[in-house]
């Protein structure tokens, strides 16, 4: 199994600004994901961050607003840009070793834009 | 795109009962896994159980089992002695080829002393 380190674990922003999350692994991991989740609600996913190239991203999301980063196959950020309102959730990394293995998840970040 | 479904917002069960939640997913795909999720208040997701769609056996990890019906494209997750420590939201997962994880809405599931 693995161990993801998540930070931060929350924050108050103020609009307009920027915050990058940063999610470490204590082994290497095939694949890494960044997911939003409003309380109470289901994981929706933002990108799929691929080691070395540009980061898969889902439909709705940008690489302007959520631009991310993955130098190695144990380390991702994902940079919230621009915050508004709106983008008070908190935002989950998950990683994996194949398909027919778990997803890891770090703890979250709860984000909160005032 | 496949799309998982759990059609139970909220479950409540007696401590040391049994509850089934629900989840139904649809694809085209053969060859996929499907998983089901615990989140406790902490917001870690914690893997429950884990089943692969080749296998017509369900799975089972102690209190926790598995009806999967392929055809159906079900997956329902019963708890077993339901215990306090049970209550968290749980999640329906679905991966592919692509290796994303898709999850369903969520159950949210109190175990009553």
């Known amino acids: 199994s693995a161990v993801i380190s998540q930070k931060p674990s929350r924050d108050i922003c103020q609009r307009g600004t920027s915050l990058t999350i940063q999610c470490q692994v204590d082994s290497q991991v095939t694949m890494m994901f960044w997911y939003r989740q409003q309380p109470g609600q289901s994981l929706t996913l933002i990108a799929t961050?691929?080691?070395?190239?540009?980061?898969?991203?889902e439909s709705g999301f940008v690489i302007d607003k959520f631009p991310i980063s993955r130098p190695n196959l144990t380390f991702s950020t994902l940079t919230v840009s621009n915050m508004s309102p709106e983008d008070s959730s908190i935002y989950l990394c998950?990683?994996?070793?194949?398909?027919?293995?778990?997803?890891?998840f770090g703890q979250g970040t709860r984000l909160t834009v005032v | 795109a496949q799309t998982v479904t759990q059609s139970q917002p909220e479950m409540s069960v007696q401590e040391a009962e049994t509850v089934t939640l629900s989840c139904t997913y649809d694809?085209?795909?053969?060859?996929?896994?499907l998983f089901w999720y615990k989140q406790p208040p902490s917001r870690q997701m914690i893997l429950v159980i884990r089943?692969?769609?080749?296998?017509?056996q369900n799975a089972t990890e102690n209190r926790f089992s598995v009806n999967f019906q392929k055809a159906a494209k079900s997956f329902s997750l019963k708890i077993s002695d339901s215990q306090l420590g049970d209550t968290a939201m749980y999640f329906c997962?679905?991966?592919?080829?692509?290796?994303?994880?898709?999850f369903g809405a969520g159950t949210r599931l109190t175990v009553k002393p």
């Open positions: 694809t085209s795909e053969n060859n996929y896994y």
């Open positions: 961050a691929n080691q070395g190239s540009e980061a898969t991203y």
């Open positions: 998950s990683g994996s070793t194949g398909m027919n293995t778990e997803a890891f």
């Open positions: 089943q692969e769609a080749y296998k017509q």
């Open positions: 997962a679905f991966r592919n080829r692509n290796n994303d994880m898709r």
